[in-house]
């Protein structure tokens, strides 16, 4: 199922989009301002991200910047919305890497057709794209990231390969470093994303 992290400070209008979008048989996961959709992005990656570009603290479009400048979150397909349409709005999210701007209020048909054609191109290309992206990885590093993925500790890893722990952790930190990610978990989501699981 079609994963979407939806952000809006409105609660009303959060549930009531949330409800719309599971209609059409979405997965939907929702966050009321930045850091938490920060947090959960950490936690597990969406499909896509459909944003309110107006938020307080972290607004939409220095999110759209933070993920753009994530290795693991970069290629992620990011919708902006906001009643502030204009067309210095849409011109300035569409620079900075959104994939597509809507103004509100809007048609569920047309954000859901917004979506899927967002996400047809993003999977079409995915092929030709994930082989491109992906970091070069030593035979040592590709074997230990099997394991990772596997959820295996790094104790386990150390004694089914035969090798010393320190060994292991200095190269989960090359690997961690190549990929510009910062723990474990963000590393199994992104090997399972790009299709190394």
């Known amino acids: 199922m079609t994963r979407l992290l939806l952000i809006d400070n409105d609660p009303l209008y959060l549930e009531l989009l949330r409800d719309i979008l599971e209609g059409y048989g979405f997965e939907v996961v929702c966050a009321q301002d930045g850091s938490t959709a ?7 990656i969406p499909d896509l991200i459909l944003c309110e570009a107006v938020l307080p603290g972290i607004d939409g479009y220095t999110l759209l910047d933070t993920v753009r400048q994530t290795p693991a979150y970069a290629q992620l397909p990011m919708l902006l919305v906001s009643v502030r349409g204009g067309v210095n709005n849409r011109v300035m999210a569409l620079r900075r890497g959104a994939d597509a701007f809507l103004t509100k209020p809007f048609e569920p048909e047309e954000l859901v057709a917004h979506i899927q054609a967002i996400l047809r191109r993003v999977n079409h ?3 030709e794209k994930s082989t491109q992206s992906l970091p070069r990885f030593t035979p040592m590093e590709e074997e230990i990231l099997k394991h990772l993925i596997l959820g295996k500790s790094n104790k386990v890893i150390a004694e089914q390969m035969g090798i010393a722990r320190r060994t292991v952790e ?16 963000e590393l199994t989501h992104w090997a399972l994303k790009v299709g190394l699981g």
């Open 38 to 44: 920060l947090s959960q992005l950490a936690q597990q």
């Open 125 to 127: 290309s995915s092929t």
């Open 170 to 185: 200095g190269h989960i930190r090359f690997i961690l470093m190549k990929t510009g990610l910062h723990n474990r978990t």
